[in-house]
């Protein structure tokens, strides 16, 4: 029986494939995509010549099956999504699902993940923190979406889309008030990265301020309620002296 790799591919800057990512893309016998030709893309951008196949929400159970009987027969394959780690808010799960119960074996090739990425550099306590996927669609869910979130008492990683943005933000604001702190991170490991922490009123000013602040790919998080941030150690001030010191 074949192996099914979930290789998990660059959020922005190519650079950021991994070496074994790309030995295992070039080494299977298939690669499964969310979409071939954006996939295409990346294989041909890193000299890579390997056969696709569509895998994406619609079609996912059908071809999860079709995966493992190309395992059981002896193929190799790798899943990869358009940007990151496939399954975190992207096609897979029924793929893994099928395929863990029937024994065969799945192995990660991990690599970059936004919702790791944003939550790594945004200040917020780290030591314990839930995923909570992309917001809800509708106003009035979306408010009791982010109370939860703030009651877990923990951090809060979402993802939102350009266009609601404003729109989760205005709920947000009406849910927790506009004094909330939050932290919003954008176009990770791309030219035009921002981070932006403050008072939730502060960051709707920001985003109105520069409309073009509201395009590209953006995470959301929301300390949790009570949540206070660790006392930063002396050894932390230290060095955050020294490299003040050291900057132009
Ligand atoms: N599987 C991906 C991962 O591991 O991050 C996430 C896929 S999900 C369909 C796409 C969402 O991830 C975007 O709407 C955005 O919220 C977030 N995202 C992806 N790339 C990003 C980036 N470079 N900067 C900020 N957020 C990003």
């Excluded at 395929?99 to 990660?108: F, L, M, N, W, Y």
């Amino acid at each position: 029986i074949g192996t099914l790799y979930i290789v998990a591919t660059p959020i922005g800057n190519l650079e950021d494939i991994s070496e074994r990512a790309l030995k295992v893309l070039a080494d299977v016998d298939l690669v499964a995509a969310e979409d071939t030709r954006h996939t295409g893309k990346l294989l041909s951008h890193f000299s890579i010549k390997a056969k696709t196949f569509a895998l994406h929400d619609h079609n996912e159970k059908q071809k999860a099956q079709q995966i493992l009987t190309w395992l059981e027969q002896g193929m190799d394959i790798a899943l990869v999504s358009d940007a990151g780690t496939p399954l975190i808010s992207d096609p897979g799960y029924a793929v893994v699902n099928l395929c863990r119960e029937a024994g065969a074996q799945v192995t990660p090739v991990p690599g970059a993940c936004a919702a790791i990425a944003a939550v790594s550099c945004s200040g917020l306590p780290t030591d314990r923190f839930q995923f909570i996927g992309f917001t809800p669609a509708k106003s009035q869910a979306r408010q009791s979406f982010f109370k939860e979130a703030h009651e877990s008492g923990i951090t809060s990683i979402m993802y939102e889309s350009t266009h609601r943005i404003m729109a989760s933000l205005a709920d947000l604001q009406t849910a927790l008030g506009e004094q909330q702190q939050v932290v919003f991170a954008k176009e990770l490991t791309k030219t035009y990265e921002t981070f932006f922490s403050g008072p939730v009123c502060e960051l709707i000013a920001f985003l109105e301020n520069e409309p073009e602040r509201q395009r590209g790919e953006l995470v959301l998080m929301l300390p949790g309620k009570n949540q206070v941030s660790s006392e930063m150690t002396p050894e932390a001030k230290q060095l955050i002296g020294l490299l003040e010191g050291e900057m132009p």
